[in-house]
């Protein structure tokens, strides 16, 4: 069983940035990968970024890439979103996801999810 927790959400203004963190217990944290995903109101969730459990393979939407970092701190059981240059269709819910060492950018092959984070970026 693993619990990932999510947080650093927050408001923000365009232009700006968020760091969010994603806690994960119960397992070994070191094999597992990571994944962030978002939901805006009335869209489905979709991908944003994900990291394989060793941090050498990362993945971005193409809507985040260049803005958008995944890292995460074995040693602290954290993966880490940073957000920079925020748009306001940034806004959503950001949810944390794990799986089994390989990362993908499918919602349906994680395991288990955070209760997610809200980031609002306002214009």
């Known amino acids: 069983q693993v619990q990932p927790v999510e947080s650093g959400g927050g408001l923000v203004q365009a232009g700006g940035s968020l760091r969010l963190s994603c806690a994960a217990s119960g397992r070994t944290f070191s094999s597992l990968a990571m994944g962030w995903f978002r939901q805006a109101p009335g869209k489905e969730r979709e991908f944003v970024a994900a990291?394989?459990?060793?941090?050498?393979?990362?993945y971005y939407a193409d809507s985040v890439k260049g803005r958008f970092t995944i890292s995460r701190d074995n040693a602290r059981n954290t993966v880490y979103l940073q957000m920079n240059s925020l748009k306001p269709e940034d806004t959503a819910v950001y949810y944390c996801?794990?799986?089994?060492?390989?990362?993908?950018?499918?919602?349906?092959?994680?395991?288990?999810w955070g209760q997610g984070t809200q980031v609002t970026v306002s214009s």
């Open positions: 996801a794990t799986r089994e060492h390989i990362p993908t950018t499918r919602d349906y092959e994680y395991d288990y």
């Open positions: 990291i394989s459990w060793s941090g050498g393979m990362t």
